[in-house]
Each structure stands twice: as C-alpha cells, then as structure tokens.
C-alpha cells in the first residue's frame, strides 16, 4: 500500500521561507510523478507543483519564481518556498501518480498524503 509522509510546514513571516519535503513508501512502481497540492480555508483545492520521474516541472502561475519542487530520489520531493505571502497560508498535500502527471491528479489516479499547515503572517 502507498502512504506519502509530508513534513516541514509551520508558520513563518512573509517574505520568509519553508522547505517541505514528502517521501512516498510501499510502491513498487518507480517512476512516480510527485507534486504539491494545497487548499486554504473556504478555497477549493489547487495544484501548486508537480515533477515528473524524467524532471520535468510544472508550476502554479502564481508561484512560479518563488518555490522550486525538486527530487531527492524516486520516491522523494521537496518543496522550496521562498519570498511566501499571506496567500500562500493553506494545508499542503503531497500527491503522487503513476497515470499522469498535472494537477489533475486527485483521488481517482493518485495517492495522496495527510497534509502539511503552512502559515504566513503578514
């Protein structure tokens, strides 16, 4: 059975930074796309970043310049989040699949971790 386990949320000043990191265990399946998901209060869910197996990255419009998802193996991702603002406060999910690789990914095609609080005071 697949489990995703995030850390590295909590609460910090805007303009500051986080690192979150997700490791994915009990798959057999070695070329995972892995991303970040998040969802604030009253706010549907939204794709915030995802890497393929080949490395290839998707970003969020609206973080693109600020966070930096990378590999730290096949089953490993972190998440650099760097100048954070107000609006980046949420509950952050790392999600993984091996049928596809977007922010399409939901409960039907992936796997998904209990999610992680970020909090930034402005």
């Known amino acids: 059975q697949v489990q995703l386990v995030e850390s590295g949320g909590g609460s910090v000043q805007a303009g500051g930074s986080l690192r979150l990191s997700c490791t994915l265990s009990?798959?057999?399946?070695?070329?995972?796309?892995m991303g970040w998901f998040r969802q604030a209060p009253g706010k549907e869910r939204e794709g915030v970043a995802v890497?393929?197996?080949?490395?290839?990255t998707t970003y969020a419009d609206s973080v693109k310049g600020r966070f930096t998802i990378s590999k730290v193996n096949a089953k490993a991702i972190n998440l650099e989040m760097d100048n954070l603002k107000s609006e980046d406060t949420a509950t952050y999910y790392c999600?993984?699949?091996?049928?596809?690789?977007?922010?399409?990914?939901?409960?039907?095609?992936?796997?998904w971790g209990q999610g992680t609080q970020v909090t930034v005071s402005s």
């Open positions: 009990g798959g057999d399946y070695s070329r995972y796309c």
């Open positions: 890497i393929d197996s080949d490395g290839s």
């Open positions: 999600a993984a699949s091996g049928w596809t690789c977007g922010f399409d990914i939901d409960r039907s095609n992936g796997y």
